[in-house]
């Protein structure tokens, strides 16, 4: 294999992803995806600010995580900040998990950095794969394209500049550069549903249909053009309405599409899925009982007459 060409190939597609992007917040783990991130933007000439976030949630290794993070940081000539975070007292405080506890963590401290610093962009280490997994996901829960359509390579202030590239590509790139990087032992453990699809159910795929992951990939890439073009119908339709925070039930039949549009505008103002569903199959029998109310996350949806209308809480 020629090395150069791997590691041309994975540095040209994060070259297209990253376009003028120059300063970034890096979230630096130290396993594979973030390391081979580091180096790359590096080579790439941006600057990065990196951030290892230690969760205390794995005794020693989390304490090794970070001292190969300081001791890889040190070696490049890159200031690594170091934050610390009491994961089992956030969720005390605000009834989460622990997967989103760390969540909003880091990415809380990430925006913070981002602010003090001026960097463009929060970089974080998703990859091909990592996307086919969302996808899988979310279609296991029942997702729309909204949720199929996966990761975008840059949105809402995250740059996924390896988006486009396959794990067997980064771990290729971080070879023939000669870069060692730390395993997180949980990645192993099938009992998370995203290690069961990682471990077990794609290789278990892959054995009947040879190149599954190209062509996943290639229908994630269908769903977001997809889910663009829907997306501006949809707001010409909100366009066209007299009041962002009520839906004509005349708007719904005209539209020609009365379901996406009425789950686009209950999802805007908060409502669940059940909720949804409720609002749809009574529109489907004609409409809303005159008064009927639920409660969303955001406020009141509210039937009349003539239209659906939302409060918001006060």
Request: charge should be neutral; include cysteine; hydrophobic fraction near 40%.
């Amino acid at each position: 294999m020629d090395g150069n060409r791997t590691i041309s190939k994975v540095e040209q597609q994060a070259r297209v992803i990253l376009g003028d992007v120059r300063h970034v917040v890096l979230g630096f783990s130290g396993g594979a995806d973030s390391t081979a991130l580091l180096r790359l933007l590096l080579r790439c000439g941006v600057a990065v600010e990196a951030v290892h976030c230690n969760f205390h949630l794995r005794g020693l290794e989390s304490d090794r995580d970070m001292e190969f993070c300081r001791q890889l940081c040190h070696n490049l000539g890159l200031p690594l900040d170091v934050v610390h975070f009491d994961v089992p007292a956030y969720q005390a405080e605000h009834n989460v998990g622990t997967e989103v506890a760390c969540r909003e963590l880091r990415y809380d401290y990430f925006c913070g950095k981002m602010s003090s610093t001026g960097a463009e962009r929060i970089a974080v280490a998703h990859h091909a794969d990592d996307n086919i997994e969302t996808l899988l996901l979310n279609l296991f829960r029942g997702a729309g394209v909204a949720g199929l359509k996966g990761m975008l390579p840059d949105a809402n202030g995250i740059i996924r500049p390896l988006l486009t590239t396959s794990r067997r590509e980064i771990a290729e790139y971080l070879e023939e550069l000669g870069q060692d990087y730390i395993v997180d032992s949980t990645n192993l453990d099938s009992d998370y549903r995203r290690n069961f699809i990682r471990n077990e159910l794609l290789p278990a795929i892959e054995s009947r249909w040879t190149g599954v992951r190209k062509t996943l990939v290639n229908t994630i890439a269908n769903l977001q053009a997809d889910n663009e073009a829907l997306e501006a119908y949809g707001a010409k339709v909100s366009a066209s309405l007299p009041d962002a925070d009520t839906l004509p039930y005349r708007t719904l039949r005209e539209s020609g599409s009365c379901e996406w549009i009425l789950h686009r505008w209950l999802a805007g103002h908060g409502a669940k899925a059940n909720v949804a569903r409720e609002i749809g199959a009574m529109m489907r029998r004609g409409r809303p009982a005159n008064g009927k109310k639920w409660i969303t996350h955001s406020g009141t949806i509210t039937a009349s007459r003539t239209a659906l209308h939302f409060s918001a809480t006060e």
